[in-house]
Structures are given as structure tokens and as C-alpha cells.
């Protein structure tokens, strides 16, 4: 049921602190927004109430109202839901181990993602309108179911104001519990596309939006266990802003003002405190679900730390396989080289050998010739002597 809660907490543990102080002050700052440009919103309707009862004009009264209305309204659209799309976007970083910095608050407001933000915070409007609409039909059903409850008490009772009272609180803790359900349900939805949209900045609106419906079918029913935790939490939020007040008032009716008022001041800090906490553990818990469950939906996202690793082996195998290219080439070079070697010194020992037969053919006609010449030489010499020998015979 809380294995989400612990899961964000470990993924986010060195950043903890800082998550939790920068989402927090934005959204302070959100509510702070809203509160202020709401504020000509109940001038304007207690205007329009009174116009109404002493019969004014329709149209000069109304006109006060809406333009009162549209203000909240566009000031949501273009600043409000960025800032709550920021403190998502801290969250979001934490949990998948980013560095967070206080600039990430303003991510909605950049160029590309801004133009996106506001169409998802038009769907918000219409999210918050179906919400307000679902929780007002539950309440006046269950205000009316209680009120007959109560009146067939007091009559059966005789007035007993302690049961009464002690009905009236559980019927309205039930009744809180209940609208609950639909609030945390749409605000589940609504942080869900928020985190597909911090993730997938390039997609289309309407791809978010459905991304978040389908994240509730992930079998083995994960959302539900999230979903009631979710509602188990709140239920703190309930008891400590409807019974706990209400009794703190009931006890100190017979206490001094002062001490009273001390006490109910302490009991709203406290209020407060919790409901932040609870708040906070919520979204973190719905981001952690949400990025888990979905993690099918964006294999790429999925992929980027074993992109790296893809890479790594990617590069060895092509070093590998470069390797033995190298190894390849170098056995063929060698090769090669040991035939062309075997080529030159064939080729140097036949030339050795050419040369050698030549000189030695040279030899053998130089002495040929020299033989020949030198016997042609003795022959003419021994005619010489011949002929001479003759003369001197003569």
C-alpha cells in the first residue's frame, strides 16, 4: 500500500530537503496567486446578491461577476498551472535522481513547452469543473440523507444534543471521505499528465492526457493499493480539519477566551502542518507510481541508461570486429611480404646466377680470342722468320 511512499523517499533521499522546501514554497506562492485574484470575485458576487434583492438591472450586475471570474481564470492558464507544473517537475527530478535547482520551478515558461502547458491547463479547468460538480452532487445527496438521519434521532432521542453531535461529526467525516475519493481520483489523473508531459515535451497534449487514463490498467491492481493509500492519508487531513476543530470548540466553551483561542490557534497550525505533509507524501507517491507504471508507454526513456551500455558494446564489438580486420590485413600483408620477398630473392639469385654465366661466357670468348689472336700472331711470326731464313739461305 506504501511501497510508493517508500520508493520515492529512497530515489529522492539525497535531495529530500531541498525537494521538499522548493516544491513547497511554489505552491505556497500558487495558492497565494489564486487567493488574491479571487479576492474581487466575492466582492463582486456579494454585489451581485445584492443587486438581485432590491431588483437591479440583470446585465449591469452580472457583468461585475464575470469579469471578476475571467481574471482567476486566465491568470490560472498562464501562470498558475506553470507553477504547479514546476513544482511537479521538482518532484519528478528528485525521484529519478536529477539534480534539482530552483530554476526547474519555472519549466513550464519555456520556449517549445509553454504553448503546451496552457492547453493542458485548459483540460485542468475542465477536470476542476467535472470535480466541483461530481462533490456538490455528492454533498447535497448526503447533506439530505444526514439531515433526515438527524431529524428521525432528535425525535426518537428526545433532544439528546451529545449523540446528536456525535452523528452530525461522523456523518460528516463520511461525507468528506466520499468526495475525497472523486477529488483524489482527478487529482491523480491531473498529476499524471503532468508527469507525461515532463517527460515527453515533443508529444501532443491529448497523448498525456491518455497516458493517464491508461496508467490505471497496470495489473496486479498496483493503483488501487496506491489509490488507497492516497485515501487513508487524507483521512488524517479530514479528522484534524472537521472533528478535531469542532471538539477543540466544544471543549473550551467553558474556558478562558484567551486559552481557548490558543488552543484553536494550535490545533489550525497543526491542521496545516499535516495537510502539507500529507499532500506533499501524495505527490510524491502518484509521480513514483506513475513513472513506474508506465515505463512501457516510453521505451526510450526507459532505454536511456542502457543506451550507454548499447553504445559500450556497440563500440567494443565494432573494436572487436576492427581488430580482427587488422589482425586480417596484417596475416595478408605478411603474406604478402613473404611472397614478395621470396619473389625478390629468386629473382636476385637468378640474376646472380645471369650474371655469373655471363661473365664466365665473357671469359670464355676473351680467352677464344686471345687464343686465336695470339696464334694467328705465332703463325705470322713463324712465316716471318720463314721468309727471312729463305733470304739469308739465299
Known amino acids: 500500500m506504501?511501497?510508493?511512499?517508500?520508493?520515492?523517499?529512497?530515489?529522492?533521499?539525497?535531495?529530500n530537503a531541498k525537494t521538499a522546501l522548493f516544491s513547497i514554497l511554489t505552491f505556497f506562492v500558487f495558492i497565494l496567486i489564486v487567493a488574491f485574484t479571487f479576492m474581487p470575485v466575492q466582492q463582486a458576487l456579494q454585489m451581485f446578491m445584492m443587486s438581485m434583492m432590491y431588483q437591479g438591472p440583470m446585465f449591469q450586475a452580472a457583468l461585475p461577476l464575470i469579469i471578476a471570474l475571467i481574471i482567476p481564470l486566465l491568470i490560472f492558464l498562464f501562470v498558475g498551472f506553470q507553477l504547479v507544473v514546476g513544482t511537479i517537475n521538482v518532484v519528478y527530478?528528485?525521484?529519478?535522481?536529477?539534480?534539482?535547482?530552483?530554476?526547474?520551478?519555472?519549466?513550464?515558461?519555456?520556449?517549445?513547452?509553454?504553448?503546451?502547458?496552457?492547453?493542458?491547463?485548459?483540460?485542468?479547468?475542465?477536470?476542476?469543473?467535472?470535480?466541483?460538480?461530481?462533490?456538490?452532487?455528492?454533498?447535497?445527496?448526503?447533506?439530505?440523507?444526514?439531515?433526515?438521519?438527524?431529524?428521525?434521532?432528535?425525535?426518537?432521542?428526545?433532544?439528546?444534543?451529545?449523540?446528536?453531535?456525535?452523528?452530525?461529526?461522523?456523518?460528516?467525516?463520511?461525507?468528506?471521505?466520499?468526495?475525497?475519493?472523486?477529488?483524489?481520483?482527478?487529482?491523480?489523473i491531473v498529476i499524471a499528465y503532468v508527469v507525461a508531459y515532463l517527460r515527453d515535451r515533443q508529444a501532443g497534449a491529448f497523448k498525456d492526457v491518455k497516458q493517464s487514463f491508461k496508467?490505471?490498467?497496470?495489473?496486479?491492481?498496483?493503483?488501487?493499493?496506491?489509490?488507497?493509500?492516497?485515501?487513508?492519508?487524507?483521512?488524517?487531513?479530514?479528522?484534524?480539519?472537521?472533528?478535531?476543530?469542532?471538539?477543540?470548540?466544544?471543549?473550551?466553551?467553558?474556558?478562558?477566551?484567551?486559552?481557548?483561542?490558543?488552543?484553536?490557534?494550535?490545533v489550525i497550525v497543526i491542521m496545516y502542518v499535516i495537510r502539507i505533509v500529507v499532500y506533499y507524501l501524495n505527490l510524491m507517491a502518484i509521480?513514483?507510481?506513475f513513472s513506474k507504471a508506465t515505463e512501457h508507454f516510453h521505451p526510450e526513456s526507459k532505454q536511456k541508461s542502457t543506451t550507454i551500455g548499447d553504445k559500450v558494446v556497440e563500440s567494443s564489438a565494432t573494436v572487436k570486429?576492427?581488430?580482427?580486420?587488422?589482425?586480417?590485413?596484417?596475416?595478408?600483408?605478411?603474406?604478402?611480404?613473404?611472397?614478395?620477398?621470396?619473389?625478390?630473392?629468386?629473382?636476385?639469385?637468378?640474376?646472380?646466377?645471369?650474371?655469373?654465366?655471363?661473365?664466365?661466357?665473357?671469359?670464355?670468348?676473351?680467352?677464344?680470342?686471345?687464343?686465336?689472336?695470339?696464334f694467328d700472331h705465332l703463325k705470322n711470326k713463324k712465316k716471318d722468320v720463314d721468309e727471312r731464313s729463305d733470304d739469308f739461305k739465299k
Open 215 to 266: 496508467s490505471l490498467k497496470n495489473g496486479r491492481h498496483s493503483w488501487f493499493k496506491l489509490f488507497l493509500g492516497l485515501i487513508l492519508l487524507n483521512l488524517i487531513v479530514i479528522i484534524f480539519s472537521e472533528p478535531i476543530p469542532q471538539l477543540v470548540v466544544l471543549a473550551t466553551q467553558h474556558m478562558s477566551q484567551n486559552l481557548a483561542k490558543i488552543l484553536v490557534y494550535v
Open 2 to 15: 506504501f511501497t510508493f511512499y517508500k520508493q520515492a523517499f529512497k530515489n529522492a533521499k539525497p535531495q
Open 93 to 188: 527530478k528528485a525521484i529519478h535522481k536529477e539534480d534539482v535547482h530552483l530554476t526547474d520551478v519555472f519549466t513550464a515558461f519555456k520556449k517549445g513547452s509553454y504553448l503546451k502547458s496552457v492547453k493542458l491547463a485548459l483540460f485542468t479547468l475542465l477536470v476542476m469543473l467535472i470535480t466541483i460538480i461530481v462533490v456538490t452532487v455528492v454533498n447535497q445527496l448526503f447533506s439530505a440523507l444526514m439531515h433526515t438521519i438527524l431529524s428521525r434521532m432528535q425525535s426518537g432521542t428526545g433532544g439528546n444534543m451529545g449523540a446528536l453531535i456525535t452523528v452530525q461529526l461522523i456523518g460528516l467525516t463520511i461525507s468528506k471521505l466520499i468526495a475525497s475519493l472523486f477529488i483524489w481520483f482527478f487529482t491523480y
Open 321 to 374: 570486429g576492427s581488430k580482427k580486420a587488422k589482425e586480417k590485413d596484417s596475416n595478408k600483408d605478411n603474406k604478402t611480404n613473404h611472397v614478395t620477398n621470396k619473389a625478390s630473392e629468386t629473382k636476385d639469385k637468378a640474376e646472380e646466377k645471369f650474371n655469373t654465366d655471363g661473365k664466365q661466357e665473357d671469359l670464355k670468348e676473351t680467352k677464344e680470342e686471345y687464343s686465336d689472336s695470339t
Open 287 to 289: 509521480v513514483q507510481f
